[in-house]
Protein backbone atom coordinates (compact mmCIF):
# COMPACT_ATOMS: atom_id res chain seq x y z
CA UNK A 1 0.00 0.00 0.00
CA UNK A 2 1.41 3.52 -0.88
CA UNK A 3 0.41 6.91 -0.16
CA UNK A 4 0.00 10.21 -2.14
CA UNK A 5 2.30 12.98 -1.41
CA UNK A 6 2.99 16.29 -2.92
CA UNK A 7 6.64 17.90 -2.09
CA UNK A 8 7.80 21.39 -2.57
CA UNK A 9 11.46 21.78 -2.19
CA UNK A 10 14.67 21.59 -3.21
CA UNK A 11 17.04 19.29 -5.23
CA UNK A 12 20.26 18.52 -3.00
CA UNK A 13 21.93 17.40 -6.02
CA UNK A 14 21.69 17.11 -10.00
CA UNK A 15 19.72 13.74 -10.81
CA UNK A 16 21.37 10.60 -11.33
CA UNK A 17 20.34 9.00 -14.26
CA UNK A 18 20.79 4.88 -15.61
CA UNK A 19 19.61 2.31 -17.36
CA UNK A 20 18.30 -0.60 -16.61
CA UNK A 21 19.49 -3.92 -18.66
CA UNK A 22 16.73 -3.35 -21.16
CA UNK A 23 17.84 0.59 -21.88
CA UNK A 24 14.68 2.10 -19.33
CA UNK A 25 15.93 5.45 -17.72
CA UNK A 26 15.68 5.61 -13.99
CA UNK A 27 16.69 9.07 -12.28
CA UNK A 28 17.20 9.23 -8.59
CA UNK A 29 17.33 12.22 -7.00
CA UNK A 30 16.56 13.73 -3.27
CA UNK A 31 14.47 16.73 -2.39
CA UNK A 32 14.83 18.53 0.70
CA UNK A 33 12.00 20.12 2.66
CA UNK A 34 11.59 22.16 5.39
CA UNK A 35 9.37 25.15 6.69
CA UNK A 36 10.28 28.60 7.59
CA UNK A 37 9.75 30.08 11.16
CA UNK A 38 9.69 33.03 12.82
CA UNK A 39 11.58 32.94 16.34
CA UNK A 40 8.79 35.12 17.87
CA UNK A 41 11.71 36.13 21.41
CA UNK A 42 14.35 37.21 18.38
CA UNK A 43 12.70 37.70 14.97
CA UNK A 44 14.70 35.61 13.19
CA UNK A 45 13.86 33.25 10.62
CA UNK A 46 15.03 29.73 10.65
CA UNK A 47 14.44 26.14 8.78
CA UNK A 48 11.90 23.76 10.61
CA UNK A 49 11.49 20.15 10.07
CA UNK A 50 13.99 19.47 7.66
CA UNK A 51 13.23 15.91 5.84
CA UNK A 52 15.19 14.44 3.02
CA UNK A 53 13.26 12.72 0.50
CA UNK A 54 15.07 9.88 -1.72
CA UNK A 55 12.96 9.97 -5.20
CA UNK A 56 12.56 7.98 -8.22
CA UNK A 57 11.20 8.51 -11.54
CA UNK A 58 11.18 6.27 -15.00
CA UNK A 59 11.12 6.37 -18.13
CA UNK A 60 10.36 9.61 -20.49
CA UNK A 61 10.03 11.52 -17.18
CA UNK A 62 13.65 10.40 -15.67
CA UNK A 63 15.27 11.87 -19.11
CA UNK A 64 13.20 15.04 -18.44
CA UNK A 65 14.16 15.86 -15.34
CA UNK A 66 17.98 15.02 -15.89
CA UNK A 67 17.63 16.96 -19.39
CA UNK A 68 15.60 20.17 -17.21
CA UNK A 69 16.37 20.34 -13.05
CA UNK A 70 19.70 20.74 -11.42
CA UNK A 71 20.66 20.91 -7.95
CA UNK A 72 19.34 23.63 -6.32
CA UNK A 73 16.07 24.43 -8.03
CA UNK A 74 12.61 24.41 -6.67
CA UNK A 75 10.23 21.88 -7.18
CA UNK A 76 7.38 20.87 -6.71
CA UNK A 77 6.53 16.92 -7.27
CA UNK A 78 3.90 14.42 -6.62
CA UNK A 79 3.99 10.68 -6.13
CA UNK A 80 3.25 7.32 -3.99
CA UNK A 81 5.02 7.14 -0.80
CA UNK A 82 6.98 3.48 -0.67
CA UNK A 83 8.86 1.71 1.67
CA UNK A 84 11.74 -0.19 0.05
CA UNK A 85 13.69 -3.05 1.97
CA UNK A 86 16.75 -4.89 1.44
CA UNK A 87 19.35 -6.39 3.09
CA UNK A 88 22.53 -4.87 3.94
CA UNK A 89 25.71 -5.82 2.09
CA UNK A 90 27.95 -6.35 4.82
CA UNK A 91 26.52 -6.91 7.79
CA UNK A 92 23.37 -8.68 6.42
CA UNK A 93 20.78 -6.83 8.41
CA UNK A 94 17.69 -6.52 7.36
CA UNK A 95 17.09 -2.29 6.13
CA UNK A 96 14.31 -0.18 4.82
CA UNK A 97 13.36 3.34 4.26
CA UNK A 98 10.76 5.71 2.28
CA UNK A 99 10.80 6.58 -1.46
CA UNK A 100 9.03 8.97 -3.52
CA UNK A 101 8.01 7.32 -6.61
CA UNK A 102 7.14 10.49 -8.59
CA UNK A 103 4.54 10.59 -11.10
CA UNK A 104 4.80 14.47 -11.72
CA UNK A 105 7.08 17.15 -11.49
CA UNK A 106 8.51 20.85 -12.24
CA UNK A 107 9.99 23.79 -11.49
CA UNK A 108 8.44 25.97 -8.87
CA UNK A 109 7.71 28.76 -10.43
CA UNK A 110 7.55 31.16 -7.07
CA UNK A 111 11.01 32.57 -7.21
CA UNK A 112 11.68 31.71 -10.98
CA UNK A 113 10.78 31.31 -14.43
CA UNK A 114 10.24 28.63 -16.82
CA UNK A 115 10.20 27.97 -20.56
CA UNK A 116 8.57 24.63 -21.36
CA UNK A 117 9.19 22.82 -23.90
CA UNK A 118 6.90 19.77 -25.26
CA UNK A 119 8.69 16.61 -25.82
CA UNK A 120 8.46 15.27 -29.22
CA UNK A 121 7.02 11.59 -29.66
CA UNK A 122 9.36 9.25 -29.92
CA UNK A 123 12.37 12.02 -29.19
CA UNK A 124 13.03 10.56 -25.86
CA UNK A 125 13.98 6.76 -26.93
CA UNK A 126 16.63 8.29 -29.48
CA UNK A 127 18.09 9.93 -27.06
CA UNK A 128 18.00 6.82 -24.83
CA UNK A 129 19.78 4.98 -27.61
CA UNK A 130 22.02 7.16 -27.93
CA UNK A 131 22.92 7.36 -24.38
CA UNK A 132 23.64 3.72 -24.45
CA UNK A 133 25.51 3.58 -27.56
CA UNK A 134 28.14 5.96 -25.89
CA UNK A 135 28.28 3.99 -22.87
CA UNK A 136 30.28 1.32 -24.51
CA UNK A 137 30.86 -1.62 -23.44
CA UNK A 138 29.96 -2.16 -19.60
CA UNK A 139 32.44 -3.89 -16.95
CA UNK A 140 31.29 -7.33 -15.18
CA UNK A 141 31.21 -5.21 -12.21
CA UNK A 142 28.77 -2.39 -13.38
CA UNK A 143 25.36 -3.49 -11.94
CA UNK A 144 23.48 -1.08 -14.11
CA UNK A 145 25.03 -2.62 -17.14
CA UNK A 146 23.36 -4.38 -20.06
CA UNK A 147 22.61 -8.51 -19.41
CA UNK A 148 25.51 -9.65 -20.71
CA UNK A 149 26.72 -12.73 -19.58
CA UNK A 150 28.85 -12.10 -16.12
CA UNK A 151 27.07 -9.20 -15.11
CA UNK A 152 26.66 -9.22 -11.32
CA UNK A 153 23.22 -8.11 -10.10
CA UNK A 154 22.80 -6.53 -6.49
CA UNK A 155 21.03 -8.13 -3.95
CA UNK A 156 17.78 -6.52 -4.12
CA UNK A 157 17.64 -6.34 -7.87
CA UNK A 158 18.67 -2.98 -8.81
CA UNK A 159 16.03 -0.24 -9.50
CA UNK A 160 12.91 -1.09 -11.64
CA UNK A 161 13.29 -4.61 -10.69
CA UNK A 162 11.47 -6.30 -7.44
CA UNK A 163 13.27 -6.80 -4.39
CA UNK A 164 12.35 -8.14 -0.89
CA UNK A 165 9.04 -7.57 -0.46
CA UNK A 166 7.95 -6.73 -3.85
CA UNK A 167 9.72 -3.33 -3.72
CA UNK A 168 13.67 -2.08 -5.03
CA UNK A 169 16.64 -2.76 -3.65
CA UNK A 170 20.11 -2.74 -3.83
CA UNK A 171 21.00 0.40 -1.91
CA UNK A 172 23.83 1.50 0.48
CA UNK A 173 24.01 3.06 4.10
CA UNK A 174 25.16 6.13 2.87
CA UNK A 175 23.01 9.61 3.25
CA UNK A 176 21.76 11.34 0.66
CA UNK A 177 24.36 14.60 1.22
Known amino acids: MSSNITLTGRLTAAPDVRFTAQGMPIAAFTIVTSRR ?6 SEW ?5 TYWDCKAFKQLAQNIA ?10 ATGR ?15 SKMAVLVDAI ?5 GATARVTKAGSGQGQQAYQAARQQQGQA ?4 PWASGTPGT ?3 AGG ?13 YDDSPPF
Open 152 to 154: QRP
Open 67 to 76: DSLDKGVEVV
Open 158 to 170: GWGQQGQGGQGGG
Open 46 to 50: SDADT
Open 81 to 95: VVQESWEDKQTGAKR
Open 37 to 42: VKDPNT
Open 106 to 110: GPSLR
Open 139 to 142: SAED
